[in-house]
RNA sequence: GUGGAUGUAGCUCAAUUGGUUAGAGCGUCGGACUGUGGCUCCGAAGGCUGGGGGUUCGAGACCCCUCAUUCACCCCA
């Protein structure tokens, strides 16, 4: 009844007072994506059902049970984006991308849909700022990848900060760690948990992710991935973790960290925010070097992440944090006119404007309070300066300026007003 | 999808074993001070107690359903 005014379950609103704290983070992230040489890439919300089915792969239920996906009226199947990966390599094969330099750097910034049962840091549309690199197959990009996340991290002063890494290898050795996976589980089959078993049949690497102490003696036995590795997949694993200990990044080798969608190779990853539980993980990616071939392009690696921002936002909270304050109100001009002098309020609307474009955040409240009230509310917006317009002003051609911290008055001839506020405002020019 | 906790004004919270007309602080608007803010005092607006059903003479409170939030799972892009 009342879901007119209720917003669809996990949305939010991002209410004017939480609204710096976006722009905040947004400006952190072109900052240091500007510095890292990545570009913005914009693609649509929705894309066709089948570049995610196609990517993501047939094991996980995640595209069957918690995509938006529907038929539009021209009988398209499309799906809400449930992440960036795909639609930034469909756009970088249609549009042809692969013939400007290599590798291609970029980084997005918007939001994703995924129909789950909503938490605090976890919601059904969030946002999402993550980078790719498309055409590097050497270790350092991704290291950079990984850095620049830590970077942006840090650079918002969340330094405490430990990545988590592991390598699921390459087509070439990952079926024989698959078979050697298989094996160890099935003699102890029936020692399982109902998911086990079910992972077991569908998705091998998942049963490193269970955490049902039942499974626990027998996932501690379980061979490692790191173990079955290819030699070129063993250089590049260690070749990282080289670049990682030379900028002594913190990092662990996480041997149960299997990430969740069939296309990664290789590296996998994921940075966790220190004391902060089950909400601590607040990025994750890894290498993809078969993807753009599986959706018809050319055989290409690539590498990147995907960060979610409300879980970062939520973390700058929790730690206390404050976005830098944002502009405020640099004047109010107030009005004396009162309802029964449309000429004067016309003349105080005149002055806003000349304000306004001269490039000042000038404010003026709608005429028909008293002045005292006026005042007040100029106090509550945050108006630095105030000043009031009246046939007093007008008629001697001198209006008077209000510094709110101070409360000193000065008296500024009206034909000055514009210049001497903005001096006022951004200091004396030298 | 599974289990637990919680829903009272814009916000934070009250309301005796189930008992009259659901209160306070903050915020908003207005007045004291009708041409000067912050402090103080006064006043007003603002509620189908999330929604629906049930028990009862009587429900904000008890029961059922539902919706939402939240925590732990599941999953993690």
Known sequence: MDLLTRRPRGT?????????????????????????????????????????????????????????????????????????????????????????????????????????????????????????????????????????????????????????????????????????????????????????????ERNPLRLLDCKNPRCQPLKDAAPRSVNYLCPECQSHFRALEGLLDRFGIEHHIDLTLVRGLDYYTRTVFELIYHGLGAQGAVCGGGRYDGLIEAIGGPPTPGVGYGMGLERVLL?????????????????????????????????????????????LAAETDYAGRGLRQQMRWADRIGARLVTVVGSEEIASGQVKVKDMAGGTETQVPLAELVARVSEMVRGPRT
């Open 12 to 200: 939010n609103d991002v209410l004017p007072g939480e609204s710096p704290r976006w722009l905040h983070i947004e400006d952190r992230i072109r900052d240091v994506c500007g510095r890292f040489g990545f570009s913005e890439i914009r693609t649509p919300i929705f894309e066709h059902a089948d570049l995610y089915t196609r990517t993501s792969g047939e094991t996980s239920d995640i595209l069957e049970k918690e995509t938006y996906t529907f038929q539009d009226r021209g009988r398209r199947m499309l799906t809400l984006r449930p992440e960036g990966t795909p639609g930034v390599a469909r756009a970088f094969l249609e549009n042809g991308l692969g013939s400007g330099p290599m590798p291609a750097k970029y980084y997005y910034l918007g939001p994703m849909f995924r129909y789950d049962r909503p938490q605090a840091g976890r919601y059904r549309q969030h946002t999402q700022f993550g980078v790719e690199i498309i055409g590097a197959p050497g270790p350092e990009a991704d290291f950079e990848v990984i850095m620049i996340a830590v970077t942006f991290l840090r650079d918002l002063g969340l330094g405490s900060l430990a990545v988590h890494l592991n390598s699921i290898g390459c087509p070439a050795c990952r079926p024989t760690y698959r078979e050697a996976l298989v094996s160890h589980y099935r003699a102890a089959q029936e020692e399982l948990c109902e998911d086990c078993r079910r992972r077991l």
């Open 315 to 359: 973390t700058l909270e929790r730690e206390g944090m404050h976005p830098p304050s944002t502009r405020g109100t640099d004047i109010a001009v107030l009005s004396a006119a009162g309802e029964e002098h449309p000429e004067l309020r016309l003349q105080t609307l005149d002055l806003v404007y000349a304000m306004r474009w001269a490039g």
